[in-house]
T-cell receptor
């Protein structure tokens, strides 16, 4: 099925470890986004890429880096994981910036625990 | 800058109608989107209002008033499966295309 694929679905890291969350979309969308969601909270934007070759910081970029590898793929890297980064991470894509008018398509999420 | 307000929780009974309000302050407001998220799931896009008025999609409708910086999501003939969190997300010009989501409204549908 067409959509946004995130890997891995679950991950446990020790404090200080690094890892990369992978995201790929097969809808030929231009824009891609990384959000985190903490329990009972809304979605907070970490980084986004309005188009291939560009990336920009969102609301909570500290402790993260991103790479827009090509039009399909947008990865999120935690260089030195901290317990505060325990969260569910969602990748999303949209045809045009802002998801107008067809909205964002979200991946199923990566549930990350940092111990 | 941007600010966003939604009620944190709403409870309604099966078959009823419920309205979830959203007030926003967004520089260069462009339009308002709504998303649904079931517990443990991914958000899914419901609707977008670029113009004032009501947009209807089946049992769900969304309304926008630009002059009041206000919108709402109307859910009719509520079903148990409508129990979820609902997020409004205003889009402003010059935001580089990103959407900032509110805290969301948790809707509980009771039998």
């Amino acid at each position: 099925n067409a959509g946004v694929t995130q890997t891995p679905k679950f991950q446990v890291l020790k404090t200080g470890q690094s890892m990369t969350l992978q995201c790929a979309q097969d809808m030929n969308h231009n824009s891609m986004y990384w959000y985190r969601q903490d329990p009972g909270m809304g979605l907070r934007l970490i980084y986004y890429s309005a188009s291939e070759g560009t990336t920009d910081k969102g609301e909570v970029p500290n402790g993260y880096n991103v790479s827009r590898l090509n039009k399909r793929e947008f990865s999120l890297r935690l260089e030195s994981a901290a317990p505060s980064q325990t969260s569910v991470y969602f990748c999303a894509s949209s045809e045009d910036a802002g998801g107008i008018p067809y909205g964002y398509t979200f991946g199923s999420g990566t549930r990350l625990t940092v111990v | 800058g941007q600010s966003l307000e939604q009620p944190s929780e709403v409870t309604a009974v099966e078959g009823a109608i419920v309205q979830i309000n959203c007030t926003y302050q967004t520089s260069g407001f462009y339009g308002l989107s709504w998303y649904q998220q079931h517990d443990g799931g991914a958000p899914t896009f419901l609707s977008y209002n670029g113009l004032d008025g009501l947009e209807e999609t089946g049992r769900f409708s969304s309304f926008l008033s630009r002059s009041d910086s206000y919108g709402y999501l109307l859910l009719q003939e509520l079903q148990m499966k409508d129990s979820a969190s609902y997020f409004c997300a205003p889009r402003g010009r010059g935001q580089g295309g990103k959407l900032i989501f509110g805290q969301g409204t948790e809707l509980s549908v009771k039998p």
